[in-house]
């Protein structure tokens, strides 16, 4: 019932930013700031990977390809994580979607794509 939106994702040179969003479309604010939100990419014919994620707490856990590229942050007023996205490279290219770990939710996902 929950939904995921992602938003932010399409084409970008390499070395260059995009800034994604993913916000909860429904309104549960006393259980949303409780989750783990976290980002998750797969590109075509490779597994789904973490890219990133953030606890409740604020602690944040990167994908050792991303670090010091990524940053993923969260705003429980809003119901949004949000995933910085700087010095892209091509091998960065996938379909990238935010989840929820405990309840098992995931956002519709948006494309990235990062040309040479």
């Known amino acids: 019932q929950v939904q995921l939106v992602e938003s932010g994702g399409g084409l970008a040179q390499a070395g260059g930013s995009l800034r994604l969003s993913c916000t909860a479309q429904?309104?549960?604010?006393?259980?949303?700031?409780?989750?783990?939100m976290a980002w998750y990419r797969q590109a075509p014919g490779k597994q789904r990977e973490l890219v990133a994620s953030?606890?409740?707490?604020?602690?944040?856990t990167y994908t050792d390809s991303v670090k010091g590229r990524f940053t993923i942050s969260r705003d429980n007023s809003r119901k949004s994580a949000v995933l910085r996205m700087n010095s892209l490279k091509p091998e960065d290219t996938a379909v990238y979607f935010c989840?929820?770990?405990?309840?098992?939710?995931w956002g519709q996902g948006t494309q990235v794509t990062v040309s040479s």
């Open positions: 429904r309104s549960i604010f006393s259980v949303f700031r409780d989750f783990d």
């Open positions: 953030i606890d409740s707490g604020g602690s944040t």
């Open positions: 989840h929820v770990p405990q309840r098992g939710w």
